[in-house]
């Protein structure tokens, strides 16, 4: 499979491309499809639904949202898909956000560079509202971590080689780290 960032003849071509290699993690996830909800010719959101989570199997009852937004553009080489920013956040249960990986530039506020939340951290001091800086972190990345270290059971046998894969595909989809916004 092609990244996001290779040429492709067509816009759809390079959207593909991106789709695929994000619903290659989520089958290492959840039984959910991968849902494209288009803003303009050239821009969307990949994600479960509005606002929506998933249930991942597992010890925990994790739930987890997406939201990863992509920009198509042409360049010499063709056209080519973008991370233009992302959400990806996991629930306990019915309970509120544990732990959050976000990048929103343009949003006008000194946090538009990616950042993490952790909502459980609040004593001795509250940092449930601090933004930990991370630098960009690919879907495969917040999918290894909850497979190896928060309990969700992978549903792909091959789980690890396929993160491995996907995590070096959707890098090539981020803009160089010195244009990040934010950085």
Do not use: N
């Not at 499809?33 to 010890?59: D, K, M, N, Q």
């Not at 990986?101 to 950042?115: I, K, L, M, V």
């Not at 879907?139 to 497979?147: P, S, V």
């Amino acid at each position: 499979m092609s990244t996001a960032s290779d040429g492709f003849r067509a816009p759809h071509e390079a959207r593909d491309a991106l789709r695929g290699w994000l619903a290659s993690v989520v089958r290492c996830l959840t039984t959910a499809h991968l849902l494209i909800e288009p803003v303009s010719g050239t821009e969307g959101v990949f994600g479960f639904g509005a606002r929506r989570y998933v249930h991942l199997r597992g010890r925990d009852a994790l739930w987890l949202r997406v939201a990863h937004s992509y920009r198509l553009y042409q360049d010499e080489a063709g056209w080519v898909a973008r991370t233009v920013s992302y959400a990806y956040e996991v629930r306990l249960g019915d309970r509120q956000e544990i732990i959050a990986y976000h990048w929103h530039p343009g949003s006008g506020r000194p946090d538009g560079a990616p950042h993490a939340h952790f909502r459980t951290l609040r004593e001795p001091v509250a940092l449930e509202k601090a933004h930990f800086p991370t630098g960009g972190i690919t879907f495969a990345a917040i999918a290894r971590l909850l497979i190896e270290d928060c309990g969700a059971e992978p549903l792909e046998p091959g789980w690890a080689a396929a993160l491995q894969r996907a995590d070096a595909a959707l890098a090539a989809a981020f803009p160089p780290v010195t244009s990040l916004p934010g950085c």
